[in-house]
């Protein structure tokens, strides 16, 4: 596995991303926080083992974590990478439900927002679809029960899952497909445009033929209209 499922690995470990305030890397860190939940506690260490000032934790809201546009710390990384590589990697369908026994929404939402690829936002709606039931389409209007705190959570994340695989397809197209891209919509700006112009000017036929029938004057450019028909 390459650090391509970095941010899979740091969820099934249920990893937590943490920084110093103002720092541009975030940390991960695996283990209690203090009461609060807000802080990694003074004795404990990230992943990567750095000593540093108080850690704080990265909150998500909801099924979004916004990162900051921090980067993930390169040892930490290595530090999980190599561990994903001793961890003996799934064969089969039932193996890959046993490898992420346990994973939680919450940490399906941090490895959403560490992925850097298309091809790993799939690996992540796999592995959410071993461990949850389907997202539902429509998000539930109130939420009174656990049931629909579950639906409410789950159409979340996967709209969160899709938003992130849009844009990362989006970065991820060559040239000769951006191209394709501008082609295609210019294309469609254009059939569009058509259409409009063309019920425009059905409308106005009609409005014409109606005041022919009706007997009333037409004008000149009304005229021209239905002699075009
Ligand atoms: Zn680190």
Redesign the pocket.
Known sequence: MSGQHLGLTAARLHALPVARPGSE????YVGPLTPTGRYVPRTAR?????R?RRLTVIQRAGSALDLGGRR??????A?LSAESRRAEQPTNRDAAAEFHVGITLGDLVLAIAMATSTAETHRIGFAMGLRFPPAPTKRPKEIASDRDALHAALFDTNAELLRTRDRLRMAERTPEQVAADELRRETEDDLRARAAAGRRKSAAMDRAIDRRNRGSYLMPHERELLNSA
């Open positions: 890397v975030f940390h991960l990230s992943v990567c083992s750095a540093t993930v710390c390169g040892r930490c990384s530090r």
